[in-house]
Structure formats: structure tokens, C-alpha cells
């Protein structure tokens, strides 16, 4: 009698957790499933749908969120109706593409909240009278780029071939960049979803408001997008003369300078570079090898001249370079191991000019902390973003962003750590508070606006804009309730 009792109880508390994990009670994921059908959402955490969405972040701290439910909305009504019951409900929410902003509830939200993924939005389309490319905002850059091919175009996006289109909000750093812009220069026109669940169109001229502040100044502030207008350009066949320098050992000092004297002198717009410096938490043993320096060198044609002479002058382990399609450009085989990177991601940034030392002293600050503080993390990196005068020269002739990007040239620093997994919530909390205080004690450059797609959520990266007063505008006018600003992450103008 006791064991029938013991194993009812066991059955009991067994069909209590399943029926939890199946049925997470919420009035907004109810009227939901009701409004949009079950094909629409996913309520139970063992929906396949469901774990995917949910264990897709580059930074995997934030899959222990665990939404009450994920709606997966197919067009700009769903989106609406789904903003509405959220907001009848009081409900918190989080609007999601690719997952790869490492900021927490961002683009994630805890129990409770509904989580919007708009990875079925996936629709694209090109107009050849136009050269526009309209595109919604369910796809990976790369899936864009291969779509685009069959036309000789492409579209100014991620450099990555994974990351999701959510980054040009943020603005969007691209290797046609210093041709054309950041992008979100590119935008003409955004189909957006009002935190009314109002939609309208932002162009120059519907809402150029709302347009502007969505140019480079996030997109959680002002309302959904929920399909992008741009310029599409010209990338015809394997005319990109592309790839990866892999560096071991300790050449830092000749790869500081090569960057720096791209960074001032090259006046070449179809040349772009990123300089990706990491280290381990091995050992260095005094022979630098903890470390490795990735070149990431793009040229839009089939010769590049000396453009990237003083790179390849350094002595080197791997030499990928030669003729691609701009999708094989974004989908280079290291940066692909990058997206197989998930872990315990955080990004930071500072803001630095080349014609001091700061270039420098970004550099020595960040490798002396590397080396100081071995096993606090698996691995960190140090990027140096290039901000050309051709690039900013681009931005302005398109009407410029919210950025209001001062002449280059300038270069944003990203500093990305990686923590172990598994350590105590107090390590991680010191970790984090150390490298804070790293970035923040390297003096940034006066007058120029932080990178918002890698800036940590601390940084009050808006705050570095000219036109930040002008964007709190736009941002009472068109959420003057509060409701993104009170039930939704992202980037604050408290």
C-alpha cells in the first residue's frame, strides 16, 4: 500500500512538471493561441519550435530565460495584433530575429513574457527598374546575399553570414561600408509597427521622423520593423578579392601599425579591413602563443593593388585570399567557426582616432588585462573597426543617420569576452565588473558616438549621439505611454 502510495505521489509530481512544462498559464499566450492558431505559436518548452528559438543566442546566458510562450508572426498584422494583446494584458515581450546581441532581455524576456521571433518573415524581393530590394526581417544576412546574386546585387549588411538583419538598425557595419555607407544609409523605406500597433510607413518622406531615429538608433525604441526598402548594389560573380591573414605568435606591434596606417591613409573606398585580435587563457610562456591576430580583408574588385601590402608583408601561418561572390565573402570559413562561438558572450566598445596613441593604449590596456587574468575567461578579443571619410562621406549623402557620424577617419574599438561556463554567479559578477572597469578606464575619443551592435547595455551608447535629444522626441511621440520603454529591453532614453 505505501509503494502504491509512493508511486502515485511520484506519478503525481511527474504529471504536475509535464503539465507545467505543456501549460504556462498567461492571458496574453491564451488569447493568442486562441487569435492566431497553434501553427502561430509555441507555448509548451518542449514545442522543437520552441527550443530552438529559445537556445539560439550567441550569448548563451540568455537561453535560461524561459518565455511563456514564442509567437512566430508570418507579416506586419500578426505583429500588430500580437503588440496589442501584449499590451491589453500587461505583459512584458521581446522582439527577436537571429539572437546575436549579446545585451540580456534585449531580445530575450523572462517568465511570463511573450517572446515575437521573426524568423518566419523571411519574404524578399527586387524591383531591376529601382535597383530597391525590399526584404522582411526573418532572414540571415547570408540568406539575403544568396537571394540577391541571381540579380548581380547585393544588399549593405552584417559582415557575418549568420547574424540577423535586426543589426542595421543599430546601424551596421559592412565591408562595402566605406563605399556606401553604413547599413542603414541604405534604408528608403521601413514598413514599422507602432507600440500602438499602428502600421505605417517611415520614409523621407512619410514620418521622416521615425525614419531617422530608426537609422542607426536601435529599433526597440520606436516600434517593429517589419520590412526594409533599400538600395540595393552591384556585386556581380566572384569579383571580391577576399579573405582571411591568420597571425600566431607575437606580431602585434607590425599589426598595430599595418592597422593604424590603413585607418589614415588608405583612400581606396573598395578596400575594407577588420583587425580581430584574440587571446587564450593558456599560458603566453613568453612566446605568444596564447594568442592569434585574424585579418579580415575585403577588396570590391579583382585587384586591390597595395591596399593590403602591409599585411601581407607580416610573417603568417594562413593566407586565404582570392576571387569570391560576395556570399562566399560573408561566409569565409573562419568567421563561420565564429558563429559555432556560442557561449558566455559579452560584447563592449569604445570609440578611439588613429592620429594619437589611443590606438595603442586600447591595445596594451586590453593585453595586459589578458594576461592578468588568466582563467577568467576561455578566450577575449579586441576588433578595430575602420570609419573611413569615404564611409561617412557615403552616410552624408544619403541624408546621414542617427548617428550624425562626424568626418572620419575613426575607428570604433569592440572588445569581446567569453567567461567559462559553469562558474559561480559571484566569479561571473567579478569578471564582468573587471572588465567593465577595463573598457571604461580607456579614454574615448571626444565628440564621436559609440557602435550600438557593440556596446554593452552599461554604456548608455545613445548618450554618445549629437542627435540623442532629438531621438527622446521621437521617442515620446511615437511610444508616449510607455510601453516599449516600460515592457520591452533595449536601449533606454530614461
Known amino acids: 500500500m505505501a509503494f502504491c502510495l509512493r508511486v502515485a505521489a511520484a506519478s503525481l509530481a511527474l504529471s504536475s512538471l509535464v503539465s507545467g512544462l505543456l501549460d504556462r498559464p498567461s492571458p496574453a499566450c491564451q488569447n493568442l493561441t486562441t487569435s492566431l492558431g497553434v501553427e502561430k505559436i509555441a507555448v509548451s518548452q518542449l514545442d522543437i519550435r520552441y527550443i530552438n528559438s529559445r537556445t539560439s543566442y550567441w550569448n548563451t ?3 535560461a530565460h524561459a518565455p511563456a510562450c514564442i509567437v512566430f508572426p508570418e507579416n506586419a498584422e500578426d505583429v500588430s495584433w500580437v503588440l496589442k494583446v501584449v499590451k491589453a494584458t500587461g505583459s512584458r515581450f521581446a522582439i527577436k530575429t537571429t539572437g546575436h546581441n549579446t545585451n540580456d532581455l534585449f531580445s530575450s524576456v523572462d517568465k511570463d513574457g511573450v517572446l515575437i521571433d521573426l524568423s518566419h518573415m523571411t519574404a524578399k524581393y527586387y524591383d531591376p527598374s529601382t535597383t530597391l ?9 547570408g540568406q539575403l546575399y544568396d537571394y540577391y546574386a541571381q540579380f ?3 544588399v549593405v549588411g552584417g559582415r557575418v553570414y549568420d547574424v540577423g538583419t535586426g543589426l542595421a538598425l543599430g546601424g551596421g557595419m559592412s565591408y562595402l561600408s566605406p563605399q556606401y555607407g553604413m547599413a542603414c544609409d541604405s ?4 514598413e514599422v509597427v507602432l507600440p500602438s500597433g499602428e502600421i505605417v510607413t517611415a520614409s523621407e518622406t512619410e514620418k521622416p521622423d521615425l525614419f531617422f531615429g530608426l537609422r542607426g538608433g536601435g529599433g526597440n525604441a520606436y516600434g517593429v520593423v517589419t520590412k526594409y526598402t533599400v538600395q540595393s548594389r552591384p556585386a ?10 591568420l597571425y600566431i605568435f607575437d606580431h602585434h606591434e607590425a599589426i598595430l601599425n599595418a592597422t593604424r596606417d590603413f585607418i589614415l591613409y588608405n583612400t581606396d573606398p573598395k578596400a575594407a579591413i577588420l583587425m580581430n585580435f584574440n587571446v587564450l587563457t593558456t599560458p ?3 612566446f605568444g602563443l596564447d594568442q592569434a591576430c585574424l585579418m579580415f580583408l575585403v577588396y570590391d574588385g579583382p585587384d586591390p593593388g597595395d591596399a593590403f601590402k602591409n599585411f601581407t608583408a607580416i610573417p603568417h601561418l594562413l593566407n586565404t585570399m582570392g576571387l569570391k561572390t560576395y556570399s562566399q565573402v560573408a561566409n569565409m570559413p573562419i568567421p563561420k567557426l565564429a558563429i559555432l562561438s556560442r557561449a558566455d558572450n559579452i560584447f563592449r566598445v569604445g570609440v578611439h582616432r588613429a592620429d594619437g596613441d589611443s590606438y595603442r593604449t586600447a591595445f596594451e590596456r586590453f593585453y595586459a588585462w589578458a594576461q592578468e587574468h588568466k582563467g577568467d575567461y576561455t578566450y577575449i578579443h579586441l576588433d578595430y573597426n575602420p570609419v573611413p571619410k569615404s564611409l561617412t562621406d557615403a552616410s552624408e549623402a544619403q541624408g546621414g543617420n542617427a548617428m550624425e557620424m562626424p568626418d572620419g577617419p575613426w575607428f570604433w574599438a569592440e572588445y569581446t569576452l567569453t567567461t567559462p561556463p559553469l562558474i559561480s554567479q559571484e566569479r561571473y559578477d567579478r569578471i564582468q565588473a573587471s572588465f567593465k572597469a577595463l573598457v571604461d578606464g580607456t579614454p574615448n575619443a571626444k565628440g564621436l558616438p559609440f557602435f550600438l551592435n557593440e556596446a554593452h547595455a552599461d554604456q548608455d551608447a545613445l548618450k554618445t549621439f549629437s542627435s540623442y535629444d532629438r531621438l527622446q522626441e521621437i521617442k515620446r511621440k511615437y511610444d508616449p505611454d510607455d510601453f516599449f520603454a516600460n515592457k520591452t529591453g533595449g536601449w533606454s532614453f530614461s
Do not use: C, H, V
Open 284 to 286: 603566453d610562456l613568453d
Open 133 to 141: 530590394a525590399t526584404y522582411e526581417p526573418g532572414s540571415k544576412w
Open 61 to 63: 546566458k540568455l537561453d
Open 236 to 245: 556581380a560573380g566572384k569579383n571580391f578579392y577576399a579573405g582571411n591573414i
Open 187 to 190: 534604408f528608403r523605406e521601413l
Open 152 to 154: 548581380d546585387r547585393t
